[in-house]
């Protein structure tokens, strides 16, 4: 009988591994034939009848229009009848991803870019249903993946490593009917430091495409390897971390974002402006505001972050169309924004920034925001004591077109913009000024230059208030956001009355109250509105 026993075995085994070879063709021949502009390779197959299932070895997929490297490659696949359907009489498949990689870099996405056929079309549900010889696959796993995008240039590479995902119950055989019928969960390494965690459930089955809805965790995520991608909008970002906590659920009639806690720790931000990318960049907030328009008040798109936090961070505007180039930098910012939500029943969000304009000027900005259909509501209050003038030398060359010496510079503005108008007022004050500069370059300053610079030297000092030694005007603003109109002649009356009636003191407009932050604006507008929400700021914790 053993011997019998020991016969079949060695049977059976001689008749699984001559099926390995043709079993592969046949399998890579049926998975080509469904894919579209890729080519799957499979080095070797191994067939377990007594336990129904079968291992893929070394199978790569390469990108036919740039072949080397493989954009994946999967060290072991194994396929196996998932025996718990069984009892449910369902025959579905169970799929194991070992140690998969994806390795993607700017030729790849460009050649998908440029192809005639979506990415999501190119067959590879139909590809994955070939691995299981078409029986429906009910799970799902992958374990030690690793994904690589490498863009052009000196840039790190974006990595996630060690990357575990499970989804079990794909099919819906094993519960009633519902919404999301699938558990799912993934785990992994953000750039070496950071981490993904996402815990929550989904239905493959839904159409035109999967819903899902989980709680969502980034940690320590490296801001700096997202220069590739941030580059292409003329923005620099340099070290700092982010970390999140939310849910997110997207669905076919639903996409919904929230998040309980955004921070952003250490990041340096720069914005610049250049001369060949003007109206791209143009063009770019006209779509950024049209898609923003399109978002808010909209019922099947919610987006909501309770708290973020920025910092100690630094914020820098480089303008490199101007003559001479300039830039701005806020240090030791601090930003934090509360409630703020694309749906109007979630209130007012509340904005607070404080930083060091160019290391001198303390800068306060608070904002409250209203989201209202196709716009939002806002009232602001900024002001910027101290600034040193000399430091922001290359500003006033660029729209003043002379040389600071010395000087300090403060402004303090209250703006309200309710449904699309703007009104409110910017004061500066200018102390200690002296124009011109007997530097480097100083003798290379023509006559006109040398005039110029001389009547604005003296303007300053005529329009000098004397007991306080400063040049001040209230210039007020009003019309439509997109066209605000200022009055030349209300911004000389100020300097004159500053000058020689009655001094205008730093600090917001006499109208306001210690105990009514928004009394300047309703005296500017004549309309009442309530008080913004005077929330206090708790202690910044990581999430």
Known sequence: MFGTLGLLSV??????????????????????????????????????????????????????????????HVARLV??????????????????????????????????AAGDVALKDRGWQQALEALAFDLKINRLRVLGGDVTYVDQGPFKPLRLSRLNLSADNIRNVQSQERVYPSNIHLE????????????????????????????????????????????????????????????????????????????VQGVALEYRHLPHTAQ?????????????????????????????????????????????????????????????SNQQRDGQASVR????????????VTATLQPQTGSADMDL?????????????????AYGGFDIAAGEFSVYSELQVKNGAIAGYVKPLFRGIEVGNDGPGAAEKGLRRRLYEGMVGVSAKILRNRPRGEVATVVPISGRVDRPLISRWEVVGGLLQNAF???????????????????????????????????????????
């Open 79 to 112: 396929t196996s009848i998932d025996w718990r359907a069984l009892l449910d009489r369902r025959l579905v498949a169970d799929i194991i991803f070992d140690r998969p990689t994806v390795y993607l870099d700017l030729k790849n996405v460009r050649a998908e």
């Open 280 to 340: 791209v960049e143009q063009a770019r907030a006209q779509q950024t505001a049209q898609a923003a328009k399109q978002v808010a008040g909209k019922s099947d798109t919610q987006l909501r972050i309770d708290r973020l936090d920025v910092i100690k961070s630094t914020f820098v505007f480089a303008n490199q169309a101007a003559t001479p180039a300039y830039r701005l930098v806020l240090t030791d910012t601090n930003l934090t924004l509360q409630h703020l």
């Open 11 to 72: 049977l059976i085994y001689g008749i699984a591994r001559s099926m390995d070879e043709p079993m592969r063709r046949y399998l890579e021949r049926q998975v080509n034939h469904r894919l579209t502009g890729y080519t799957v390779q499979i080095r070797a197959l191994r067939v377990h009848p007594w336990i129904g299932s079968f291992e893929l070895y070394d199978a790569s997929i390469v990108q036919d229009a740039n072949p080397d490297p493989p954009v994946t």
């Open 188 to 263: 992994g390494v953000v750039f070496d430091t950071g981490s993904v965690w996402l815990d929550g459930r989904a239905d493959f089955l839904a159409e035109p495409h999967l819903g899902v809805e989980a709680a969502l965790r980034l940690d320590q995520v490296a801001l700096d390897y997202f220069k590739p991608v941030t580059g292409r909008y003329n923005l620099s970002v340099d070290q700092g971390t982010l970390s999140l906590a939310g849910a997110v659920e997207y669905a076919p009639k639903l996409t919904r974002l929230v998040l309980d806690r955004v921070l």
């Open 381 to 397: 209050t900024a002001q910027i004591e101290g600034a040193d003038l000399v430091r922001l030398r290359d500003l006033v060359r």
């Open 501 to 543: 009636f009655k001094a205008i003191h730093p600090g917001f407009e006499p109208q306001r109250s210690p105990t009514d932050e928004s009394a300047p604006i309703k005296e500017l507008i004549g309309r009442d509105q309530a008080t913004p929400r005077a929330d206090s700021t708790p202690t910044i914790e990581a999430p």
């Open 353 to 364: 920034l404080h930083g060091e304009l160019m290391g001198s000027g303390n800068t306060n």
